[in-house]
């Protein structure tokens, strides 16, 4: 009969037996120890047990409040919702009263590297005065606002000019080295020659710009696999600028990039299995976007109903962010940007139009475009209901349908079991009154406890 071959020697206390099986590095001991090790971390991490209670919930798949609220929360996870749950022995209990637990908010349209953008100057002065490490500074203190007003996942559409750093930040995020959102991120954006500032400085100097320049479908298609090969989860484009009105009272735009470059961004983008997600303010903005096949539009200031049709037919979401553009209007049209001051009223007309048609509306605001801490982000939701949503769709607007939109329905966006245990609490009822969500007291993420005041 063969012998097995030698082995590496057992330690002392191994039985003769188990010496034989040993495998040829470590031995079974200490490997048994490791597990005996591992199951009991385990274990004590499955018996942190926490529930919360609050006086409804709205769980992001349900049409009806659940009342009252009973959540229990296993490690990172939700174990089960629901409005009759049994409270498990040991578990430490949360009870918010009068409050309306709901999943965790997402915000689709951020920029956590920009600290408001009302005029050239502020946009310039960051791109030129502030050194990446401090713009990734000030973008750390802006996750911990946003985490604070509830938003436990975000998509940061671009870094203006800080080229990487929101690689840098979700990876900060996700390995616990500063408190945030889950962020996806979109890098450095894709504009062309000429479509993005800073503008305007004598052409002797070099200087760098907000987002990536790429000029034709070559360069196109090789930035959409650079930005791809270093972190990028979605690709971000400006289809347009330059807005002003046609003598019919419409409002117009410049295109920035030919139907190719866009339609190559787009295969590109779609080859690579990444989304892409297209800054599209009026007709022909949005039509290229349209037309090239972009995942979601963003801002869409004017957006005509036969466009709106297309876009629920392609299943294109639209992201509105109306609190930055009522924020910035004022002054971008003080600044002698006069079509500023015509703006709000487009995109008002829009998003009732888009709620009517039934196109999938996802909750962004463009925070970043206004200052961080002016703690602007939860107005949104008031906007939405000014235009036409009702305040149940406003709130799944920022959650499960957010979270569909955004490939994150597995984890995110429902309270239900298994989900990720990311929950807000706003005091008394926003189905009443929507301004409840500007004021979160209780903030979950993944079981651990972010409400304002407590890290
Ligand atoms: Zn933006």
Same mark, same amino acid.
């Given at each position: ?42 274990? &004590?991490?499955?018996? !942190? +047990? %926490? ?6 919930? /709205?769980?992001?798949? *349900?049409?009806?409040?659940? @009342? ?44 956590? &590297?920009?600290?408001? !953008? +009302? %005029? ?6 960051? /791109?030129?005065?502030? *050194?990446?490490?401090?713009? @990734? ?319």
């Amino acid at each position: 009969m063969e012998r097995a071959r030698p082995r590496a020697p057992a330690s002392r206390e191994e039985p003769a037996a188990e010496a034989a099986a040993a495998p040829p590095c470590g031995s079974i001991p200490s490997m048994r120890k490791l597990l005996l090790l591992l199951l009991a971390t385990a274990a &004590l991490h499955a018996e !942190d +047990v %926490t529930v919360v209670r609050a006086a409804r919930m /709205i769980d992001g798949r *349900s049409d009806n409040v659940i @009342a009252p609220a009973v959540v229990v929360v296993r490690g990172d996870r939700i174990e089960s919702a629901g409005p009759n749950i049994a409270v498990p022995a040991n578990a430490k209990v949360i009870d918010l009263g009068d409050a309306t637990l709901m999943p965790g908010l997402i915000d689709a349209h951020v920029h956590v &590297l920009l600290q408001g !953008d +009302v %005029t050239t100057e502020d946009y310039d002065k960051q /791109i030129f005065r502030e *050194s990446l490490p401090y713009r @990734a500074l000030r973008a750390s203190r802006a996750l911990r606002f946003a985490l604070q007003a509830g938003f436990t996942t975000m998509r940061d559409l671009e870094t203006e000019g800080a080229m990487y750093t929101d690689v840098d930040l979700k990876n900060a995020v996700n390995n616990g080295v500063i408190p945030g959102p889950r962020l996806l991120v979109s890098t450095r954006a894709l504009s062309v020659t000429g479509g993005y500032g800073p503008a305007g400085y004598s052409p002797e100097i070099v200087y760098p710009h907000g987002v990536q320049i790429v000029d034709g479908v070559d360069e196109a298609r090789k930035a959409v696999r650079e930005q791809i090969a270093n972190g990028a989860d979605w690709i971000k484009v400006y289809a347009d600028r330059s807005y002003f009105l046609l003598p019919d009272g419409t409002l117009s735009s410049i295109p920035t990039f030919t139907r190719e470059e866009l339609k190559a961004i787009v295969d590109e983008a779609h080859r690579l299995r990444h989304k892409v997600a297209s800054h599209a303010m009026a007709f022909p903005g949005i039509e290229n976007s349209i037309v090239a096949g972009v995942d979601s539009i963003e801002h869409g200031l004017s957006i005509t109903d036969e466009q709106l049709d297309r876009m629920k037919a392609q299943g294109i979401f639209y992201c509105p962010t109306t609190i930055a553009l009522e924020h910035v209007a004022p002054g971008r049209a003080a600044e002698g940007r006069t079509i500023w001051a015509a703006l709000p009223k487009f995109h008002s007309d829009t998003v009732r139009r888009a709620a009517r048609r039934g196109v999938t509306i996802v909750f962004g605001t463009d925070a970043g475009a206004f200052e961080w801490d002016a703690h602007l982000q939860t107005k949104e939701f008031g906007y939405l209901v000014r235009d036409g949503l009702t305040p149940m769709q406003a709130i799944r607007a920022a959650t499960s349908i957010a979270a569909a939109a955004l490939g994150l329905e597995d984890k995110v966006g429902t309270i239900e079991p298994k989900k990720l245990a990311d929950l807000v609490a706003v005091p008394g009822n926003p189905l009443t009154d929507i301004t409840a969500m500007e004021k979160v007291s209780f903030v979950m993420k993944e079981g651990k406890i972010f409400t304002a005041g407590s890290f």
